[in-house]
């Protein structure tokens, strides 16, 4: 359907619509009935480059690796912009205040990890935005 839209509106631009497809995802910390709270973290580069989108989540990987789990993290998962131009990370934790925490007393030795210092200045790191959604009712069996 969006060739036939493309086709039928040449230099058609579509603002703020963005493909993606999943890279990686951390495995379940926690039942996912546990979830209280979905995070989404988007990055923006400068331009195109899926090299360097990769790279961003691979290291974020590989530093997260050297320590336990955050406390209340259910899941993550990461996806990268079809164009490389983008990063959205959609988390699972038990409360936003489980993020919060996590986020305002990161453990130290990744302060001084080189992976974890690389993904956060990433070459062309234009911007990251970080969003908390917590549902207003939950139903539960």
Known sequence: MEGEVDAAVPGIERAGVVAWRRHRSTPSHRDPAEAGCAVLVTRTFD???????????????TAGDKVPPADGLVAAHFYLGLDGAQVLNYALWTSSQAHHDAVAHRPPRLADDSDWQHAHTVPGLRSTTVQRFEPLLLLRP
């Not at 480059?49 to 961003?56: E, G, M, S, V």
């Open 47 to 61: 331009g195109p480059d899926p090299d360097r989108a990769r790279d961003l989540v691979d290291a974020l990987f």
